[in-house]
């Protein structure tokens, strides 16, 4: 019977308790009615101080105004989304940290694979799952359902 249950599974990787998942690093552009400019930073999924996508970002040269809305575009994928702006530090260096409104990745396009993250619920019953000779009830199961004729390999 201990045999029958399947064996937990390993994290690609892992954080500590409430540390923010880093999703990109690289040049965005931050497009405004009368100007683009460049960037270099950081996209993550953070908790705090509410669940969301946030960037923080060095910007190449200072931002011409004070806004509090932007676009944001991220060369490398081909996204553009709309980005709230929530702290802004201007001088020798300039810099500009806020959330990521909700976007599409990948639409239109042939998605080569997934990855994403489940909170670790620690009072969460579900299926069995073993780790070596320890085994509970804590298995989520996780089903997509693709159209006939486009299961991948």
């Known amino acids: 019977m201990f045999d029958d249950i399947p064996v937990v599974l390993t994290p690609i990787y892992s954080s500590e308790v409430n540390e923010a998942i880093p999703l990109l690093q690289g040049e965005f552009n931050f497009i405004d009615s009368d100007q683009k400019i460049q960037g270099e930073g950081t996209i993550e999924f953070s908790w705090y101080p509410c669940p969301g996508i946030w960037f923080k970002a060095d910007l190449y040269e200072r931002i011409s105004k004070e806004c509090s809305e932007t676009t944001l575009e991220i060369p490398?994928?081909?996204?553009?989304?709309?980005?709230?702006?929530?702290?802004?530090?201007?001088?020798?260096?300039?810099?500009?940290?806020?959330?990521l409104a909700p976007f599409d990745i990948g639409k239109g396009?042939?998605?080569?694979?997934?990855?994403?993250?489940?909170?670790n619920f620690s009072s969460y019953i579900g299926s069995g799952i073993k780790v070596e000779t320890k085994a509970w009830r804590g298995k989520i199961i996780v089903i997509a359902r693709l159209p006939q004729g486009k299961a991948g390999k």
């Open 76 to 99: 490398k994928l081909n996204i553009q989304t709309k980005a709230r702006i929530t702290r802004s530090f201007y001088g020798s260096k300039s810099s500009i940290e806020g959330q």
């Open 109 to 119: 396009d042939k998605l080569s694979y997934l990855i994403f993250h489940i909170t």
